[in-house]
DNA sequence: TTGACACATACCCATATAGGAATGTATCCT
DNA sequence: AGGATACATTCCTATATGGGTATGTGTCAA
């Protein structure tokens, strides 16, 4: 098997550093393709594929406007990933920081059974 | 080019399910490759090699004991991927489908000029 | 109608997969 | 020493990708 596609969810599509600033400009407001294309300094058909990869798992929508297409940030499909991700966070605050030094005391207490 | 190596960064290992999974399981504590391919139900070569993926993304750590080798989950490796998405959290929270609602009303007001 | 413009799609190609199967390496037991 | 156990690595193959280039499609202007 090969690696699952870029359009199978939101974390393959987003696994692009390309798509991800897409997404971060798009974040500003909609914007044409030839904006993004300008502001990546990537080729106009690179960009459109990436908007296309960006539809299909349904991070962007789009909107015409005489011969623009205007495509726009659709946020909430990125809620797994905040989700999932979210679970983790508890390992890296402040808070687990102090508990991770507690535990590592602990564990020197264990080792050299003669306390002080 | 190609599409970016898995190795790349969190981002691009993470994009595989089988990793994900990987990761959920660690988070329960310590576990060896052997315990890893009983609960995933995948073969020990694959998985060993997802593992060694994560290894070179530093989402894991291994240890030696024995003839068995301990993984274990390294949590904070997730962090940028945390604070990527974290940026748009508020595009799904509560408060913001109310503000959406006010700006659809603002929006529709406008259209109609002759208010009431 | 003709041309310019904005964008999408088709094609080409080198490359890195993920899983399967076979083999290598280190550790433990007897 | 010899075998078993626990993992890692190597080879294989089909497949999807991202960028480049060329071309198709729809819209506006004159």
């Given at each position: 098997?090969?690696?699952?596609?870029?359009?199978?969810?939101?974390?393959?599509?987003?696994?692009?550093?390309?798509?991800?600033?897409?997404?971060?400009?798009?974040?500003?407001?909609?914007?044409?393709?030839?904006?993004?294309?300008?502001?990546?300094?990537?080729?106009?058909?690179?960009?459109?594929?990436?908007?296309?990869?960006?539809?299909?798992?349904?991070?962007?929508?789009?909107?015409?406007?005489?011969?623009?297409?205007?495509?726009?940030?659709?946020?909430?499909?990125?809620?797994?990933?905040?989700?999932?991700?979210?679970?983790?966070?508890?390992?890296?605050?402040?808070?687990?920081?102090?508990?991770?030094?507690?535990l590592e005391?602990l564990k020197k207490?264990q080792?050299?059974?003669?306390?002080?």
């Amino acid at each position: 098997m090969a690696r699952a596609a870029t359009t199978t969810d939101a974390f393959n599509a987003v696994a692009e550093p390309r798509r991800r600033q897409i997404i971060d400009l798009l974040a500003g407001g909609e914007r044409a393709v030839g904006d993004l294309v300008r502001e990546l300094g990537l080729g106009q058909p690179q960009v459109s594929k990436h908007l296309r990869v960006l539809r299909e798992v349904e991070l962007v929508t789009v909107r015409d406007q005489g011969r623009q297409r205007l495509y726009r940030l659709n946020g909430p499909a990125l809620k797994p990933i905040h989700d999932w991700v979210k679970g983790y966070e508890v390992l890296w605050s402040e808070r687990f920081e102090l508990l991770d030094d507690v535990l590592e005391d602990l564990k020197k207490e264990q080792g050299d059974g003669s306390g002080d």
